[in-house]
């Protein structure tokens, strides 16, 4: 086998390991990267006497997010829980630094094999999922030592196809628009696909569906449409509490179409919790009642319509979640960290970097909205592993201008 060759298979192998992790493990998502990324670092700095390079900004970033879930010990209504709570945030970002620290050192040479790497990630987990999804999970059972008669549920797969949808904008873009390799391209394209067939997680058929939309039909050339997308994505924040019990009357007739509801969607679901989160926000609308608040509120005001229980681990929606814990002054942190964000995608010079950027923010935004808490592990983890993704395709868009 030639030396090409072997660096070619020996990222497809890796990435077919890796596959089984994220997709039957999926919540090692929350430190596996940064492993991966320090091994990777170590391995090179001391080859070549380098020191990897600090992501300042987003040190900074993560820092004051820290400090604010900190903070809010002093307000929360568990204060021992938000302590904990708070203080497990600092490894999860410290191994997401470690991941956008690596995505920044690394010789711009190793895209490449990062990428091949993920796309075998993508297409082997697709391949998996699907086979998990219409075969009894009997893999899914084989690698926790199962019964094979276990019930699973189908959900146990969303947090793996989550991480694989969101990963394909930077795979799709580098090797379609960068390498010009659309072969590879489809071949981890194409498995996610038949993958968005099976799926429970409509919550990712979505994400993916709103990725391609900002991909392809967002003017990035206009900066009025950057500041006008900023503007309103900060001003549905900032009133999330106010207009979703006003949503919540019409309940009923959302749930009763056919993607959000008719117990795929869980629509009728998810309004009611926001219903009565953001009734319950507004009693205390300035500073909220700490991180994770919901885990611990017994009184909320619930119809019980569509749900028979008044507690909630956490709203299902990242607006909601950061008000009902850090009030308005977790609102506006947002805001500013938005048009800040928008304002760093503005300025990157590929427009096809642009566009994966943009696609892989919307479509973070659609899940943070319906799906997970913001403070899941696994979540952060997959967050700042995308944001390393775009960094290096930032990095490997560059390269190739100047080549």
Not at 87 to 92: A, M, N, Q
Request: aromatic letters at 14%; proline letters at 4%.
């Amino acid at each position: 086998m030639t030396a090409p060759k072997a660096i070619e298979i020996l990222p497809l192998i890796f990435g077919l390991l890796l596959a089984v992790i994220v997709i039957e493990f999926p919540r090692s998502m929350a430190f596996f990267p940064g492993v991966i990324s320090l091994i990777a670092l170590g391995t090179y700095g001391f080859k070549h006497k380098i020191k990897p390079t600090l992501p300042k900004q987003s040190t900074i970033i993560l820092i004051a997010v820290a400090a604010l879930a900190g903070i809010s010990i002093l307000w929360a209504i568990n204060s021992e829980y938000a302590l904990e709570r708070s203080s497990k945030l600092v490894p999860v970002f410290f191994a997401g630094l470690v991941c956008i620290s690596a995505a920044s050192t690394l010789p711009v040479k190793a895209a490449r094999i990062i990428f091949i790497t993920l796309a075998a990630i993508i297409a082997c987990g697709a391949l998996l999922a699907s086979y998990d999804l219409n075969f009894s999970k009997s893999a899914h059972k084989f690698f926790r030592g199962m019964e094979s008669d276990a019930h699973v549920p189908y959900a146990v797969f969303n947090r793996g196809t989550v991480v694989i949808c969101l990963s394909l904008i930077s795979v799709m873009t580098y090797f379609t628009f960068i390498q010009r390799n659309v072969k590879i391209a489809l071949a981890a394209a194409l498995p996610l696909g038949l993958l968005m067939f099976y799926t429970d997680s409509q919550s990712t058929q979505l994400a993916l569906l709103i990725a391609l939309i900002f991909f392809f039909a967002f003017p990035i050339k206009c900066k009025n449409s950057w500041y006008a997308l900023a503007g309103l994505i900060s001003a549905l924040i900032l009133a999330a509490p106010f207009f979703t019990p006003l949503l919540y009357t019409q309940a009923d007739t959302i749930n009763s179409l056919p993607f959000f509801g008719h117990g795929m969607g869980y629509a009728g679901p998810r309004l009611e919790i926001w219903d009565y989160v953001g009734r319950y926000i507004q009693q205390n609308p300035l500073y909220g009642y700490g991180i994770e608040a919901t885990r611990h509120i017994t009184d909320f005001d619930s119809a019980q319509k569509f749900i028979d229980v008044n507690t909630i681990l956490h709203p299902h929606n990242f607006a909601l979640q950061l008000w009902i814990e850090f009030g308005v002054i977790g609102a506006l942190a947002c805001c500013a960290f938005i048009f800040w964000l928008f304002r760093q995608m503005m300025r990157l010079e590929s427009p096809h970097v642009q566009r994966a950027a943009l696609a892989s923010f919307m479509a973070i935004l659609s899940i943070s909205a319906t799906g997970y808490g913001i403070w899941q592990s696994w979540w952060l983890g997959t967050l700042l592993f995308t944001a390393a993704q775009i960094i290096l395709l930032k990095r490997a868009a560059a390269e190739t201008a100047v080549d």
